[in-house]
């Protein structure tokens, strides 16, 4: 059974940055495609951000292309997404959420064919 647990959330004002970290426990993140999905108050679920299990595919939304940033470290089993120029509409809960894909290069084609997810992470964007 895998395990995610997000780390890194907290108060930043705008313009500031954060570094969420995904720690994994119980089975390696070697072969999962690992997202970072938010949810902020009253609204949907969103995937910000998505890396593929070789680190070859590398998605983002619209809403964070050029301010976020997802990489993988394997070796300690870990997914991070550094959040730069963070905005107040990237007020949300982050959690990370992993998906075992037919080819290692791609990312799951929605939100629901995540398998396995953290108990998320708050970050708040205020001044």
């Known amino acids: 059974q895998l395990q995610l647990v997000e780390s890194g959330g907290g108060l930043v004002q705008p313009g500031g940055s954060l570094r969420l970290s995904c720690a994994a426990s119980?089975?390696?993140?070697?072969?999962?495609?690992i997202g970072w999905i938010r949810q902020a108050p009253g609204k949907g679920r969103e995937e910000v951000s998505c890396?593929?299990?070789?680190?070859?595919?590398?998605n983002y939304a619209d809403s964070v292309k050029g301010r976020f940033t997802i990489s993988r470290d394997n070796a300690k089993n870990t997914v991070y997404l550094q959040m730069n120029s963070l905005k107040p509409e990237d007020t949300a809960v982050y959690y990370c959420?992993?998906?075992?894909?037919?080819?290692?290069?791609?990312?799951?084609?929605?939100?629901?064919?995540?398998?396995?997810w953290g108990q998320g992470t708050q970050v708040t964007v205020s001044s």
């Open positions: 119980g089975l390696s993140l070697d072969y999962y495609a």
């Open positions: 959420a992993a998906d075992w894909p037919l080819d290692g290069s791609i990312c799951p084609g929605n939100i629901d064919e995540y398998d396995y």
């Open positions: 890396i593929s299990s070789r680190g070859s595919t590398l």
